[in-house]
């Protein structure tokens, strides 16, 4: 029998995943209004700020915040789940999202009935040792997900920007332009060019190598926003656990890192970043890329505009 | 064929040779173990001579191999060698394209002054102090891991590829996944192609001529091939002069007429043993103490029919020795390497050589260039040099930054090298090899030229040589700081700016050793236990 609640949430989950998935690939230059999570006070954005748990209680306490994984996910669908993994170093130094993240996160979607869930990034180091090093591989495969290589050209896809203001086009990976639901997943760091990377600088692993270089080349801060509008991710989760906070974006020893044992998600990429900068005692303007995609309204940089849901776990 | 076991047992072992070293030099995934592509090629005589000679380990292999040619011949040349197993496979290939019409190798007399001339100028060269350059052409495992490595493991790429692409048509991966060919440059690729239609052409047309006559290694095996306890030899009273044996010799070593084989020359195939209808064809015990002469009676060799020499066994014996000392000493003494050690540590070097080589110098004179480390090397940034080295580097590994570096954690170059000319360093250690070092330019820098944010090049540095510090309104210009740098190639290769990047790395002609930047425990940015909004 169907509760009146059950009959909300299907069509939050509807709703939620027309604006954000299919409309978002149909629509891809253009710029809709922020938000569109369930239950946001009148266009609000909402973002989920969960502390002191463990990485799957956290995601799990964030994701049910948000109206559950099937807010997102839907019967049938083609899941692509963008962790960081971006250097050849082991869980424990902090440079790649946790593999317990990747695999939680896999079998969720999985449950919630995904068709399939794969997994990619276009790596800094060698793709097989970082796939392999940073346990994302393992991680991935055992929950059920396809891991695809990042190195391949042939997989990437050249499209049209036609919003970005410096990046006018770009090879993106297959994955991002044909699945239904893109989950992007990213760790928290220090980055000594970008000052920080969180949500929208772990996009660049979506577009091929001569893309990354172009990036650097033609205004990095600028390219990175320009990709939001052509296309932003379902829902960002970021792993804020241990995030490292000096040498990054690859880190020396575990001394880079700080306990923060915080996780955020929201589908607004602009606001989740903003708090990600404050984490790391940044205001969020002084993270260019955050502070343009806000001027090109893809997101909501103020947080005192946001809908912050806080949860303390322990 | 149980009248033929000693075919069947060289054969066996040919096959687990060459598909072990095969597989290690095509290995483009990284399927089978490191320790496999070291140990087979371990097994090989130069390698292990030279890693013995230098004190690089207890290699035995050579050691083995001389003693068990002095034994029966010249087993090395048919079961061990994979230069020498290649050649059968392709006579097979090409007298399945024969349909089977066997060719007839009459014997031939041995052309001594090219064989004596090939091996004291090899020796010439080790002990003038080429003892890399000299053992690189002429070892012939090295040849072999040099076409399997520049032309067979590109081929096998190319097939992996577009079975990886019909995988991805049917609609699964299928296990496979695509991989970048990694061709060699053309300079450096074009000696093994060279080589490969030489012995191509001699196998069709004269058998095992390379391995009989040019060959410095075979030469010097047959040297002791002669003195051997064991020796072919033919049975002057079951012989018929049927000549059954001549079709299936490769080596034109049969000397019917004569009723002898010149077992000098023969690189222990076994044919003709089960050729021979007659059982007349088999292993004799020839020994003698060193210094008698042969009694007829017991010779199977008629002293006519051996190399017109008052005693030559003896004198075969005794030139083997001879050198094999020389080129122990030749390679020990290392005189390219000492002439580095006195030289300053700075001196740049064109071509950037391995951590572990320890230097250009020492490095080129002990790689005897196989390509087992460049196929084994997983970003491939180890490519064969041509002239980067200088002539005497030619097909010499080096790391080529203009599309990969050398990852920080990896260290398989050094696994797999046969003969030392890589050390095996320790993690730590090798993480501290300086091998070369970065040249940063800021005026050339994105950050400078177009005030913009950049440094892909500190974001890919292992070491933090490369840091940045705040410069202009926020942003964030590279600093480098040199006795951090290893000389990886990480930013090199990272650098966007074209067309002369504005972060080159070059080579240490001695590699030194970095500092390690030790911090302690980073400050938390904000408030513990609380949410900083």
């Not at chain 1, 299919?22 to 938000?35: I, S, W």
């Not at chain 1, 440079?95 to 990034?121: E, M, Q, W, Y």
């Not at chain 1, 991680?139 to 919003?163: K, T, W």
Request: proline share 6%.
């Amino acid at each position: 029998m169907k509760t009146r609640r059950d009959f909300v949430k299907a069509g939050f989950a509807l709703g939620a995943t027309f604006s954000l998935a299919d409309l978002g690939g149909l629509f891809a230059a253009d710029v809709p209004a922020a938000g569109g999570a369930p239950a946001a006070k009148a266009g609000r954005s909402v973002l989920v700020a969960v502390r002191d748990g463990d990485r799957v209680a956290m995601l799990d306490q964030a994701l049910a915040a948000l109206g559950g994984i099937e807010t997102f996910v839907r019967k049938g669908q083609t899941v692509l789940i963008k962790p960081n993994i971006g250097w050849d170093v082991p869980p424990e130094r902090g440079a790649n999202t946790h593999p317990d993240l990747v695999g939680h996160l896999t079998r969720l979607c999985l449950g919630a009935g995904a068709k399939s869930v794969s997994i990619f990034d276009c790596t800094c180091d060698h793709w097989r040792s970082t796939y392999v090093n940073s346990g994302i591989e393992k991680a991935a495969q055992d929950a059920g997900a396809q891991v695809i290589p990042g190195n391949d050209a042939s997989l990437y896809r050249e499209v049209a920007i036609p919003g970005g203001v410096k990046l006018k086009r770009a090879r993106v990976h297959a994955l991002v332009l044909d699945s239904d639901v893109f989950i992007n997943l990213p760790v928290l760091k220090h980055h000594s060019g970008a000052l920080m990377t969180a949500c929208m600088k772990n996009l660049m692993g979506v577009i091929s190598k001569q893309d990354q270089q172009n990036y650097h080349r033609e205004d990095l801060h600028q390219c990175i926003a320009d990709f939001l509008t052509f296309r932003r991710p379902t829902l960002n989760v970021l792993d804020a656990y241990h995030p490292m906070v000096r040498n990054g974006p690859r880190g020396k020893t575990v001394e880079d890192l700080v306990e923060m044992r915080t996780l955020l998600a929201a589908t607004d990429i602009v606001a989740i970043d903003a708090a990600a900068a404050r984490l790391l005692g940044h205001p969020p303007a002084a993270v260019r890329h955050v502070k343009i995609a806000a001027d090109l309204q893809l997101g909501t940089i103020d947080l005192d505009q946001v809908d912050i849901r806080r949860f303390k776990l322990a | 064929m149980p009248r033929n076991r000693l075919k069947l047992l060289r054969v066996t072992a040919a096959l687990v040779f060459f598909a072990g070293l095969t597989a290690a030099l095509v290995d483009f995934r990284a399927l089978i173990p490191v320790a496999t592509g070291h140990w087979f090629a371990g097994t090989q005589l130069v390698p292990s001579l030279v890693a013995l000679a230098t004190g690089a380990s207890l290699s035995l292999a050579g050691i083995i191999i001389m003693v068990a040619t002095l034994a029966a011949g010249r087993i090395y040349c048919s079961a061990i060698c994979p230069l020498g197993i290649l050649q059968d496979v392709v006579a097979r290939l090409a007298a399945w394209l024969r349909r089977g019409k066997q060719r007839l190798l009459p014997f031939a007399r041995p052309k001594t002054w090219l064989r004596q001339l090939l091996l004291w100028g090899t020796v010439g060269g080790v002990l003038a102090g080429w003892s890399g350059f000299t053992l690189s052409l002429v070892d012939p495992y090295s040849n072999f891991g040099r076409i399997v490595s520049g032309l067979f493991r590109p081929l096998a790429t190319l097939a992996n590829n577009a079975a990886a692409g019909a995988a991805r048509v049917v609609g699964s991966g299928g296990g496979f996944y695509r991989v970048e060919p990694a061709w060699a440059g053309l300079g450096a690729l074009g000696l093994p192609v060279i080589f490969l239609v030489l012995i191509t052409v001699l196998v069709v047309l004269r058998g095992r001529l390379y391995c009989n006559t040019l060959c410095p290694v075979g030469t010097l095996l047959g040297l002791f091939a002669r003195q051997a306890a064991f020796r072919l030899a033919i049975d002057q009273g079951a012989c018929s002069k049927c000549a059954a044996c001549l079709p299936v010799c490769k080596s034109q070593c049969i000397d019917l007429r004569a009723g002898n084989i010149d077992f000098s020359r023969c690189v222990a195939c076994y044919n003709c043993i089960g050729a021979c209808e007659q059982g007349g064809i088999g292993y004799r015990f020839a020994w003698r103490p060193p210094g008698r002469r042969p009694a007829a009676s017991i010779s199977p060799i008629p002293p006519a029919a051996s190399m017109e020499a008052p005693d030559p066994q003896r004198r075969a014996f005794l030139a083997g020795t001879a050198v094999t000392l020389a080129a122990a000493l030749g390679a020990s003494r290392m005189p390219a390497r000492k002439r580095a050690e006195t030289e300053p540590d700075t001196t740049a070097s064109a071509a950037i050589c391995p951590p572990g080589a320890g230097g250009v110098d020492r490095f080129l004179d002990r790689c005897t260039a196989c390509h087992l480390c460049v196929s084994a090397c997983p970003t491939r940034v180890l490519k064969p040099a041509f002239l980067e080295y200088g002539f005497s580097g030619l097909m010499k590994p080096r790391l080529d930054y203009s599309a990969a570096f050398c990852t920080y954690d990896c260290r398989r170059c050094g696994e797999v090298c046969p003969d030392g000319a890589i050390s095996l360093l320790d993690l730590a250690d090798k993480q501290l090899a300086q091998i070369g070092e970065a040249h940063l330019d800021v005026e050339k820098c994105i950050v400078k030229t177009k005030g913009t944010d950049c440094a892909a090049c500190s974001e890919h540095c292992p070491t933090k040589a490369v840091s940045t510090v705040p410069y202009g309104n926020n942003l964030r210009l590279p600093e480098y700081k040199r006795e951090l740098c290893i000389g990886c190639g990480a930013c090199e290769y990272a650098c966007p700016v074209r067309p002369e990047k504005a972060i080159i790395v070059t080579g240490r002609r001695r590699h030194g050793r970095a500092q390690k930047l030790v911090e302690g425990k980073a400050a938390a940015p904000g408030p513990a236990g609380d949410f900083p909004f």
